[in-house]
């Protein structure tokens, strides 16, 4: 099984063609110029994963609060942690780096707050 | 009318006129004063809430409204007074500057230096000459993303992005994170000046097809926008007629360049360059008048924030030089831009500088395995190689004091070969 990837590490911009196997595990890549982007589309093609950032709403305030993942999470869940980010419930003060949801959908990983809010 | 005096002005609290006040407090400038329009401090960052800010600057990647806080609390730490929701109205050759507020009502500052801060505005919609009718739903990138991030509340359900820009794709990802539907990014250049990285994270994440060398050629709705009509274009970049697309959408978004905001700048005299369409500078960071600085994106735009604190860190010590007489007088060498080379920061050199000098630039299209040039009269000065240089990304060569020194004559070049 192949797949074609744009690596991000540098304006180059190789574009890549990895081998996985049946069952989806890396076996090798083709068309990068430089080791990081061997590295980036092994995990891309294994297990890519994003930094989420989004803004939820706070009640009293008319400024909303901006929040991140603490840490790069699966790209399989950005849409399900962006609707776990919809239903939670935040009132000011938050400080920054606060966390807001500790553990989201078990990935071990914190949505924290990007700004103060008094 | 209030009237006062400062060492140093500072217009604008982005990240810009932070790094200039806390470098000319941190050079020993006690006199100092930030005006900022907004309520806060921060700038363009408070609404930038998608990471990857800070990484050469802190070794890390931060949000925007972190990386503006940094700054913030280091301001905050060294006793810099930011006075904001202030309108500077003019800054007048002589270092008087006429300010705004609702508090303090008219003011009046005069200052023995000044630097400008103000930023960047993006090109607007009357800018294009795109046809169709003047609906609302027609926004540019930024001001959909203060709409989205500060205020709360999103400006449509069904959206077509005009230009390919960095910030266009940062709101291709958020609008469709917070709900919306993105058809298309539409992009009138055979590439997209926007990073790869955002290409991939911001369109390929959620199959938001980019369409290359096409526009918008129509734009339709009596009160609300109905929807648009995108094109290819040919090589000159007029519509090729039969390869229309019909987009049904409630919004608009323009992503389409960013202008230093060199309105107050003009007032003052200060010697604007059609390339940058910022102020004429020296490696100083010193205008065509004397005692005024301009950094940040009211200068050249930047693609990095990083670039602007660096920038600006030193236009803050230059302030300050300048505040403590240390004037100098030595002739001036002038840079000039080559072949592939566009908009090179600054302009002038002195030619008895003792630091090294970034000369600044935009290659002028995609060069590969190339090398950008600096010399002097067919000497060559330095010369630095480079896999791929592109309009994208502002290219960087770094000039050391030893090199100007027994110049064959009084300009040099930067050019790509």
Redesign the interface.
Known sequence: MEQT????N????CRMTVSLSESGEFLSVTGN?CPRGAKYAQQECTLPE??????I?VSGC???L?V?TASPVP?KL?HDI?KELSSVQVSAPVS?GQVILPDVLHTGVDIIA???LA | MNERHVDILIIGAGPAGLAAAISARECGIESLLVIEREKNAGGIL?QC???GFGLHRFKE?L?G??YA?RDIDKAAELGIEIECSTTVLSVSPDHIVTCVSASKGLQIIRAKAIVLAMGCRERPRGALCTPGTRCSGIYSAGTAQRF?????FMPGKRVVILGSGDIGLIMARRMT??GAKVLACVEIMPYSSG???N???CL??YDIPLYLSHTVTDIKGRERLEGVTVAEVDDKRNPIPGTEIEFDCDTLLLSCGLIPENELSLGAGVEISPATSGAVVNETFETSVPGIFACGNVLHVHDLVDHVSNESFKAGAAAAAYVRNKQHTAPMITVKDGNGVRGTVPQQIRSDTDQPVDLMFRPSAVFRNSAAVVECGGKELVRKKS??L?P??MALVTLKPEMLENLPGDSITVRIE
């Open positions: 990837i744009t690596c991000i540098c304006p180059v911009g110029t994003r930094m989420i950032t989004a803004v709403p008319e400024t909303p901006s991140k790209k950005i962006m920054i990007t700004r103060s | 408070r809430i998608h990471n990647e949000t409204p972190e806080q989205v991030n500060l205020e709360g994170l917070q990073l790869n990285r290409i991939v994270q390929h994440d896999m791929i592109t994208g990304e």
